[in-house]
């Protein structure tokens, strides 16, 4: 069950406008699962349909790889204040959706070292597992994940958008 709109399980219900809830197939067998709603995602309820969002589209079209044929989600489902990263108590609040959202996926895709750190439980370093696919028990049996850059990291780095426009062309092979 997806959270209610009254939801108060973390502090983050305070700042919130809308519960972003994932977008995109539900029953697909690839989610691409980012950090937290934004600006735009939280005046929306949607995700990834702000400045990370274009990125993201770009990209994603570069690897053809369509938006509706994947579900996107977040690690939390409302915006942190300021945009700041989510705290590991509401990540914490918020794992039994993302858990939900991720059962019978073969392929996660971590925009990002928050989502990765929060699918994976521990802490990483971007450069010593970008790419590479890992093995995790989300809960539900193994699943491959892979870490990424997250879209917003990409502006003016054109190694982050390379690795990126590159994971997401292994998310399509999973299709
Ligand atoms: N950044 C994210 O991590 N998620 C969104 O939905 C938007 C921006």
Known sequence: MPPDEGCRRCRLCEGRTT????????????????????????????PFVGRAGRTLDRLMAEAGLERGAVLITNT??????????????????CRPFLLE????????LALGLSAAEDLLGRRMVMKEVCNRPL???????????????????????????????????????YL
């Open 19 to 46: 519960i972003v809830l994932p977008s995109g197939d539900r029953r697909s067998p690839v989610a691409l699962v980012g950090e937290a709603p934004g600006e735009q995602e939280d005046l929306r309820g949607e």
């Open 76 to 93: 939390v489902k409302c915006r942190p204040p300021g945009n700041r990263r989510p705290k590991a108590d509401e990540m914490a609040a």
């Open 135 to 173: 093995q995790a028990d989300l809960g539900q049996g193994t699943v491959t994940v892979m870490v990424t850059y997250h879209p917003s990291a990409c502006v003016y780095r054109p190694f982050a958008k390379d690795a990126l426009r590159e994971a997401l062309r292994t998310a399509a092979s």
């Open 101 to 108: 959202e991720l059962a019978g996926k073969t392929f996660v």
